[in-house]
């Protein structure tokens, strides 16, 4: 009987109990990144001999200098209970080829993105596979400068002087 009253006396007391609403906090922002795709044929450049090809971010995507971007190459596209399934590949990627290696490399402003196939043999014969109706996927990651750029994490030791409590294995 005690544990009936006193159940009902915590349910009553949990459910009851109701204060004023609190004030109305700030907007939050958005740190939700941002994803978009692009389909693409390289560009040769005998000069360099590289292939390339550069990528508008498009207008409705805010890019700030402290973002970071991360391209990824679709690899596969397979078939799944009726639908498909995409397999994509972080850029950098290599390939192994009979006449040697090539690089899928890039760089990016806050504006565009520069997409490289790099290699250490001649690519002016590159098969198209690689270089023509490639599609990439881009994810805007949003991130901030740090505030104090002379941290030092190297080592344990570095972790430690932050008063960080971590537990040694």
């Known amino acids: 009987m005690r544990k009936i009253i006193l159940s009902i006396f915590i349910?009553?007391?949990?459910?009851?109990?109701r204060g004023p609403r609190g004030h109305k906090g700030d907007p939050g922002i958005n740190l939700l990144g941002q994803t978009f795709e692009a389909q693409v044929n390289f560009g040769y450049e005998s000069?360099?001999?590289?292939?390339?090809?550069?990528?508008?971010?498009?207008?409705?995507?805010?890019?700030?200098?402290?973002?970071?971007?991360?391209?990824?190459?679709?690899?596969?596209?397979?078939?799944?209970?009726?639908?498909?399934?995409?397999?994509?590949?972080?850029?950098?990627?290599?390939f192994y080829l009979p006449e040697g290696t090539i690089s899928y490399v890039y760089n990016h402003t806050a504006n565009d993105?520069?997409?490289?196939?790099?290699?250490d043999f001649n690519l002016s014969n590159l098969n198209p596979i690689f270089t023509d109706n490639q599609i990439f996927r881009f994810v805007v990651l949003p991130s901030d400068w740090a505030n104090d750029a002379d941290i030092h994490i190297?080592?344990?030791?570095?972790?430690?002087?932050?008063?960080?409590?971590?537990?040694?294995?």
């Open 11 to 17: 349910l009553t007391t949990l459910v009851a109990c």
């Open 47 to 94: 000069q360099a001999n590289m292939f390339s090809t550069v990528v508008d971010i498009p207008n409705g995507i805010e890019v700030y200098d402290s973002d970071a971007i991360l391209v990824y190459r679709l690899e596969t596209v397979s078939a799944n209970d009726g639908g498909q399934i995409d397999t994509y590949s972080l850029i950098p990627q290599e």
């Open 113 to 119: 993105v520069e997409l490289l196939i790099d290699g």
């Open 154 to 169: 190297d080592t344990y030791d570095d972790l430690q002087s932050y008063g960080l409590d971590l537990e040694e294995f």
